[in-house]
């Protein structure tokens, strides 16, 4: 599977953005997705997931009611919809899939098998 994230850019507190993920190759019905971030000088965190079937969401608690995560099986698309952006949320935003993901481990980087380049995010204060 290849990953292609797109969507990052300069905004300013309070704004929103919505970043994309579009994959080739396999689809994405039959795999979890998920996003993460790393920060400079910082290590990689889960930041949303899909499980495979979608419908079940996961969040970490410094994005949720502010992230959503969505899968278009038809565009073969996972988003990152991010409104009320903080200073914090700063980051590069990487997409990643995986085929046998353990529900109980989603948040872990070590279950997803595929990775996109990136997009970087900056919010401004």
């Known amino acids: 599977v290849q990953l292609q994230a797109s969507g990052g850019g300069l905004v300013q507190a309070g704004g929103s953005l919505r970043l994309s993920c579009a994959a080739s190759g396999r689809t994405l019905s039959s795999a979890a997705v998920g996003w993460f971030r790393q920060a400079p000088g910082k290590d990689r965190e889960f930041v949303a997931a899909v499980k495979r079937g979608g419908g079940t969401t996961y969040y970490s608690d410094s994005v949720k009611g502010r992230f959503t995560i969505s899968k278009d099986n038809a565009k073969n698309t996972m988003y990152l919809q991010m409104n009320s952006l903080k200073p914090e949320d700063t980051a590069v935003y990487l997409c990643?899939?995986?085929?046998?993901?353990?529900?109980?481990?989603?948040?872990?980087?070590?279950?997803?098998?595929?990775w996109g380049q990136g997009t970087l995010v900056t919010v401004s204060s």
């Open positions: 990643a899939a995986g085929a046998r993901i353990i529900l109980s481990a989603i948040r872990q980087i070590e279950q997803y098998d595929y």
